[in-house]
């Protein structure tokens, strides 16, 4: 399971405003199992530029 506190700021951010992509979903999340530790990285991972 992915814990919030792993991801980018700017991820979170999108996730409390609503404004994350679409296909940013809980269920995506807990498929992910090497999400990278690099914000850069996790941000285009998720299409948040």
Do not use: H
């Amino acid at each position: 399971m992915i814990r919030i506190s792993y991801l980018a700021p700017a991820i979170i951010e999108c996730i409390l405003d609503g404004t994350q992509p679409p296909d940013l979903t809980v269920a995506r999340l807990n498929t992910i199992t090497n999400l990278p530790l690099a914000w850069n990285a996790q941000k285009a991972l998720f299409g948040i530029a």
